[in-house]
């Protein structure tokens, strides 16, 4: 029997990352991985597909739109879409994600188990291949690393060919005439853009009377305008009670959030977009006794340690933002304590970035957050209308937002909503490791022309002092 | 006209000059701005703005070639686009103009006095301007030179004809068939590729052995090999000689052969100098520092109650460096403690890739005696890169070895000049390699690769 240091059940960002983060600090790790390729969700139907589709969308709606102003003429009509051509291109992508972190274990020397892996007691798992053979580890310590499962509504079904996940939608045969997305959150609005762009009619259905729940509100609304005026039809404080899959076209009943009357909203394709659930089946935790919280997350101390002793968990499957990085950064943390090293995650400070157009990145702090805890604060804004980069690039949608402590000038929050947001927040990140005031940022030189200067400036606005509004 | 009496008077109203005005504004200052040309100077008008939107066009327009050569492995398919450069031109006129317009609104705003003309010292404390509706003398506590820089002409290749600056270069009304660039700095690279991607034929000339001679040959590498692909051709260590006929440039390279290169356009693009003329400088008989007038780390020049920032100071010429000079000088001009002690004034070279660098290379930490350690981080190892189509280009940090504080950040990839802000902040907090290695980065974005540098400078790299 197989005798290890470490075994990872899961090899998403969060798995994968631990197991070779272990690897280096010496420990003899293996990693249990149910699926086909190794990468989780994540590389494979989740951050890394959607952006390849995100790209290729983009070019297809700026070849269609933005070329004329700037004097360049294409032909007669509009470009033309190869849709298989497109996913194929994704796909190659994925591809290119999977073999890299075969490959990166390999080269850590970590030992790969295929099939699913239950924990049968503290120290041992037992891996379930495919063809039904079964192999028992020995370890001295187990990380859980399961990852999330889409949300489903009660009474739909998804069948991922008209009523998809996130799963189905990143694989359809054809641009749907009409689609219809069923929460406002990240993964909806992200794949509701890449269908829009590429020709669909987008409706999105929204529990809530806002979109993105958790993102500043003022933010928030600035970005529905945006999507709204790109075209997506927004139905908040709505909720779909049943989809109706018997004729040709799908029929929706969304009625009130509150209840009331219900209306029908036609559809060639509903995506399911209300969330993602942790996913812990056939783990055997039940007979481990392993404590899972009310929304069936796994109980982690700040250690990462599960209340049975040597079983950790990280990622998806215990609390916190379902973010790939934090995953990650979880996973080195947790293969550090383990070899016994301080590991450490500074949850105040976990970026987190929406991938539509404009995109919107934020990090630390709401306006919303800091009134419920009563701090006070000053707010710096700044429009990328008044940046000359995004003059020049025709990105002027979307602003730049700093709060920071009133007494102090500690930056608290930074939000951005703008073209390649997602990198930019990325400077905010790194402040605020720093416990920066707005005036460190404020007078660090940034380079010009460049969008980042709209941070600048919105640093300079905390104390009321930017130049160029 | 009568006489106009101030507190501050700024001479140049570009990234420079209007910051510092407006600044000074800002903190109540009495102040005074004086512009010969128009405002916004060399950056909003001739140079960094107008050449970026030039370079977006010049993208947009590779992309739509792209799609309809049938390459795009996207499944997207174009007809032939055309190119009609004059159109461009008015768009990227119209961007500019919105830009200069909001200058004069800017400096309105903070209630500074805008004088058109030309000015020239008198004296220490005062200034005369040209202006439309005659002589204007202005007398001011505090005089800020912000005049800037001009394109270094070549004596044997003076402007005029086929012969442009990049001024002339970025009003082209059409796309020259073939373009000579003299000068493989950042200012010949970025519009030599600009005019390739639109069908120019390009050659780049330059004296040194390689191209971009500021940055070291493993940042460069990328791009090389990008100007390859777009078949731009590249002669180092070759001087040019002048005109061969009206249509050529004859060049004579190390070995002391002499060839010629047939030429529509000849694009002199061998560094920019000081502004030191046309504005009375003789009368104050400041001291010098080579072409530039020598200032302290406070911007003051050798005399008393005259300041100096941006070009006019010397290198490096950018605008970021002068707008911080700028808003210090108006903050010292308001009594408060001031002084330009920057550890980190990015350099951005936008060229296709993106050049990015911040603080010192491997080589001049070395050469400064600081023992170093380096991690690359290739961007053919980031997801957002590959889905982005644009794996080519790194991450580079610098560090001390004994104690890992950063001392530089390098990069060169698509579209980083974005990640320029991160790099100067993490110099300007005092960051260490575990600092950055432990900052949460956001996946999948192009950034992750500055945390993987870091890691992997301390050995620890995840994806690598």
Request: proline share 3%.
């Amino acid at each position: 029997m197989a005798s290890y240091d470490l075994i990872v059940i899961g090899t998403g960002p969060g798995g994968y990352v631990c197991a070779i983060r272990a690897a280096q600090l010496g420990l003899k790790t293996a990693v249990v991985e149910k699926r086909a390729t190794h990468g989780g969700t994540c590389l494979n139907v989740g951050c890394i597909p959607s952006k390849a589709l995100l790209h290729a969308s983009e070019l297809y709606e700026e070849a269609s739109h933005s070329f004329a102003r700037m004097g360049i003429g294409i032909g007669i009509g509009k470009p033309k879409l190869d849709l298989a051509a497109m996913l194929k291109f994704k796909d190659e992508g994925v591809d290119g994600n999977v073999k890299g972190v075969d490959f990166l274990l390999k080269k850590n020397k970590v030992d790969s188990h295929r099939g699913t892996g239950r924990i049968t007691a503290p120290g041992h798992v037992e891996v379930t291949a495919e063809d039904g053979i079964v192999t028992t580890l020995d370890t001295k310590a187990i990380v859980i690393a399961t990852g999330s499962d889409v949300a489903r509504l009660r009474g739909i079904d998804i069948d991922e060919k008209r009523i998809v996940s996130s799963t189905g939608a990143l694989a359809l045969d054809k641009v749907p005439g009409k689609l219809l997305v069923v929460g406002a959150g990240v993964i909806g609005l992200e794949l509701g853009s890449v269908w829009r762009r590429l020709g669909s009619q987008v409706t999105v259905v929204e529990f809530f009377d806002r979109i993105v729940p958790g993102i500043d509100l003022d933010v928030a609304k600035n970005f529905q305008r945006i999507l709204a005026k790109q075209g997506m039809v927004f139905k908040l404080a709505s909720k779909v009670t049943a989809i109706d899959t018997s004729g040709k076209i799908l029929k929706a009943s969304v009625e009130p959030a509150a209840g009331g009357t219900a209306e029908t909203i036609e559809a060639d394709v509903a995506l399911i977009a209300i969330g993602r659930v942790p996913y812990t089946d056939g783990l055997g935790l039940d007979a481990v006794g392993v404590k899972l919280d009310d929304k069936r997350r796994i109980v982690t101390d700040a250690h990462f340690a599960t209340n049975a002793p040597g079983i950790y968990a990280i990622g998806d499957v215990i609390a916190g933002p379902m973010l790939a990085h934090k995953a990650e950064d979880e996973g080195v943390a947790v293969a550090e304590i383990i070899a016994g090293k301080a590991g450490h995650v500074n949850y105040d400070v976990i970026p987190n970035v929406v991938y539509t157009y404009p995109e919107l990145a934020s990090v630390g702090r709401t306006e919303e957050d800091l009134k419920a805890a009563g701090t006070a604060y000053n707010v710096g804004k700044f429009p990328f209308t008044a940046n000359g980069r995004a003059k020049v690039n025709m990105t002027t949608d979307g602003f730049v937002k700093v709060l920071a402590d009133a007494k102090t000038d500690r930056v608290l929050g930074v939000h951005i909503l703008g073209p390649d947001a997602g990198n930019m927040i990325a400077e905010a990140a790194v402040a605020m490791e720093f416990g920066a005031s707005s005036e460190d940022i404020a007078r660090t030189c940034h380079a010009h022309p460049t969008l980042t200067e709209a941070v600048k400036e919105a640093a300079l606005a905390v104390e009321k002092r930017a130049i160029h509004m | 006209m009568k006489e106009i009496t101030c507190r501050l008077l700024v001479i140049g109203a570009g990234p420079g000059g209007y910051v510092c005005a407006v600044r000074a504004g800002q903190l109540g200052i009495d102040t005074v701005i004086v512009e010969a040309g128009r405002p916004g100077g060399a950056c909003l008008n001739v140079g960094c703005i107008p050449s970026k939107a030039l370079i977006h066009a010049a993208d947009e327009y590779t992309r739509a070639v792209h799609l309809s050569a049938g390459k795009s492995r996207l499944g997207i398919t174009a007809a032939k686009p055309s190119l009609e450069l004059a159109k461009t031109m008015a768009w990227k006129d119209g961007i500019v103009g919105r830009l200069t317009n909001g200058v004069v609104a800017l400096l309105k705003k903070a209630q500074v006095k805008y004088v058109q003309g030309r000015a020239r010292f008198l004296d220490g404390k005062t200034v005369e301007v040209d202006t439309e509706m005659g002589r204007q003398v202005i007398r001011a506590e505090v005089i800020v030179i912000a005049t800037g820089s001009t394109p270094v002409e070549l004596a044997d290749l003076p402007f005029g004809g086929r012969v442009i600056s990049s001024t002339e270069a970025l009003a082209l009304k059409e796309v020259p068939k073939k373009l000579v660039v003299v000068g493989a700095g950042y200012i010949g690279l970025e519009l030599g590729t600009a005019f390739a991607k639109l069908g120019a034929s390009v050659t780049i000339v330059e004296a040194l052995s390689r191209i971009l001679p500021l940055y070291d040959a493993e940042l460069v590498r990328p791009v090389e090999k990008r100007l390859d692909t777009l078949g731009v051709r590249i002669i180092t260590g070759a001087r040019v000689k002048g005109l061969a006929k009206a249509d050529a440039v004859a060049i004579t390279s190390t070995d002391g052969k002499s060839s010629t290169l047939a030429a529509d356009k000849i694009l002199v693009t061998v560094g920019r100098k000081p502004m030191t003329d046309g504005f009375g400088l003789d009368a104050i008989d400041l001291d010098m520092d080579g072409r530039a007038i020598r200032v302290d780390d406070k911007c003051r020049t050798s005399m008393r109650g005259i300041y100096a920032i941006g070009d006019v100071t010397g290198e490096p010429m950018l605008a970021h460096r002068a707008s911080a000079q700028g808003v210090m000088v108006a903050e010292l001009v308001a009594g408060e403690k001031r002084a330009f002690d920057r550890v980190a004034i990015p350099g951005v070279c936008f060229t296709d890739p993106e050049i990015v660098s911040v603080g010192l290379s491997p080589e001049a930490a070395k050469a400064a005696g600081i023992d170093v350690k380096t991690g690359i981080f290739p961007l053919s190892a980031n997801g957002r890169a590959m889905t982005l189509e644009r794996e080519d280009g790194f991450v580079r940090v610098v560090a001390r070895a004994d104690n890992h504080l950063v001392v530089g950040i390098q990069a060169v990839g698509a579209n980083l000049s974005e990640m320029s802000a991160a790099f100067a902040l993490a110099l300007e907090m005092g960051a260490r390699l575990e600092d950055i290695a432990a900052t949460v980065h956001a996946h999948p974005t192009q950034s992750e690769g500055f945390m993987e540098a870091a890691q992997r400078a301390l050995g620890a790299a995840i994806h690598i």
